[in-house]
């Protein structure tokens, strides 16, 4: 007799054990500045930008905690963020339209993309959710448009920018609680 109302929980059940399933994994690599994606759409592999010297990725796993179509950057000179997945405080993994520099450290502290593989990205999280996972460690040596010389003085501090938190991708609190984002 109990039979029909236990027959749609079991399911129920196998359903969203099937949807938990269908999550988009995103692994940065800081090592070799690519990122690898499985989702239910495929299997990706794309090239990088992240943090320069004096800036920091955060390392470790993450959710996305939110997304924006077009984000700009308030810290940063309202620069565009396109397909901003964020996923700590004022870090995202976005688009970006300085595709030469993909593949070595370039950025504020977010993950860059190409346009096209960002907007697929978006899209993937956008239907499935996803789970970002970042290790590695950034190559050594790079020193992609940062002052060498005032011990690692951030690029943005020395154009005359200000550095909050003392530059080394510190989080802004007043611009982040406003929508600061990094780049």
Known sequence: MRFPVIAPAIVLLFAATGAANATAHIHI?????TMHVQSSSGSYSWPVSTARAGYSTPRGSFAPTGLQAMHYSRKYHMS??????FFRGGYAIHGSYETGMLGRP?????????PGHAAML???????GGRISIGGAPPRGHYYGSARHGGGVAYAASRGRQS????????????????????
């Open 29 to 33: 690599n800081l090592s070799t500045q």
């Open 164 to 183: 909050y938190g003392g530059g080394r991708g510190t989080p802004d609190p007043f611009a982040l609680f406003f929508g600061g984002g990094y780049d």
């Open 80 to 85: 565009p963020m396109p397909h901003s997945i």
């Open 122 to 128: 978006y899209q993937m999280v956008q239907n499935e």
């Open 106 to 114: 370039a950025s504020h502290g977010c993950v860059r993309l190409s």
